[in-house]
């Protein structure tokens, strides 16, 4: 689709593959932050992340497809033949998924030529460094831009706030759950993937929410401008793979430090992190929260893959 000019957990299974890609616009980021390098964002590593959705500049906009989710992993068994939780949820993945409308959050579509009556001085960029490299004591992104003008993509803390909580007014949310498939090339079974290309693009609301509001999805022909957050826990071993792919803003943190910073409006990108950089001890159960925006419009698409042992399975998305 063209772009329009004016507009608008509950469970992980055991091995995840992710792919992500969505609609972005502006030059895509040769790598990470200084920070989320020196925590083991690197290319070649064992955790690659790749990113797609629109290509556009802030000039203008060309639409491209692109993204996909894979989920790796496999059903293990215990030395009693249990089944692990990656068999209990059944390859699905429960997160928590919260809409917007544009039209009514600076955040969403921000540049000036989208809405020209904000004269915002905002543009589709990448963006790294919107977020500190912790997560927040309510394991929410701590937003790094200060509570002036915000930053090239974004208008201040304060509107921030409302992309991952529930907030009257701004907002409506609703879990979201992405069923992960075993991945038939994999002949170990380990690997699971989820892959929005399959469905032509990750548009999980559409008719939903505030979508569901006429003129539906903001008039256009899908429901963009979402947030999307997940949490779970995966038991460290050497040599898993998790990877992504998709835009726009997306945050990877594991044991509540950044370990992929995808933030901004902007083109498909991809990254790579290599576990074995992040001091795991092997054995060990560690926190995993990841954090994407879909803020602009024409394409979104939504990819994983992993082979991560994810063990928590009932992990309630704070609202």
């Known amino acids: 689709m063209s772009k329009r000019a004016h507009l ?11 792919a992500l890609g969505c609609s972005a616009a502006g030059a895509k980021n040769a790598g990470v932050s200084g920070a989320a390098a020196s925590s083991g964002v690197e290319a070649g590593g064992s955790l690659q992340l790749v990113t797609g959705g629109n290509n556009a500049t ?17 059903i293990a068994t215990g030395e009693g033949g ?26 969403f579509e921000p540049t000036d030529f989208t809405y020209p009556m904000r004269a915002s001085g905002k543009y589709l960029a990448d963006e790294p460094g919107i977020v500190e490299m912790a997560l927040g004591p309510d394991l929410k992104p701590v937003y790094a831009k ?16 409302s992309w991952f909580h529930d907030t009257e007014g701004l907002n409506q949310g609703q879990e979201l759950t992405l069923q992960f498939t075993r991945d038939p090339a994999d002949p170990s079974g380990k690997k699971w993937f989820y892959d929005s ?4 693009g990750f548009f999980p609301i559409d008719g939903q929410l505030l979508g569901a509001t006429p003129p539906l999805n903001e008039g256009l022909m899908h429901n963009y401008h979402f947030t999307f957050e997940l949490h779970t826990v995966f ?11 998709g835009d726009d803003d997306v945050w990877i ?67």
């Not at 802030?58 to 496999?74: K, Y």
């Not at 991809?270 to 394409?299: I, K, M, N, W």
Request: with cysteine; hydrophobic share 35%; glycine share 12%.
């Open 58 to 74: 802030a000039a203008g906009a060309s639409a491209s497809t692109g993204g996909s989710l894979a989920l790796g992993g496999g």
């Open 82 to 107: 249990a089944p692990d939780a990656a068999q209990t949820c059944d390859g699905k993945l429960t997160g928590y998924v919260r809409d917007f409308n544009a039209a009514q959050h600076p955040d």
């Open 197 to 200: 290309a399959t469905t032509m």
């Open 146 to 161: 200060g509570d002036g003008s915000g930053s090239a993509t974004t208008t201040g803390s304060a509107n921030f706030a």
């Open 253 to 319: 943190y594991i044991n509540h430090q950044k370990v992929v910073d995808l933030g901004g409006i902007h083109v498909a990108e991809e990254r790579t992190v290599d576990l074995s950089t992040l001091a795991l001890s092997d054995g060990q159960d560690y926190p995993l929260d990841g954090f994407f925006a879909e803020r602009h419009v024409t394409d979104s698409n939504f990819s994983m893959e992993t082979s991560l042992e994810f063990v928590k399975c009932d992990i309630v998305v704070p609202k």
């Open 235 to 245: 038991k460290y071993q050497a040599g898993q793979v998790f990877r992504f792919r």
């Open 8 to 18: 608008g957990y509950t469970c992980w299974a055991s091995a995840l593959s992710l």
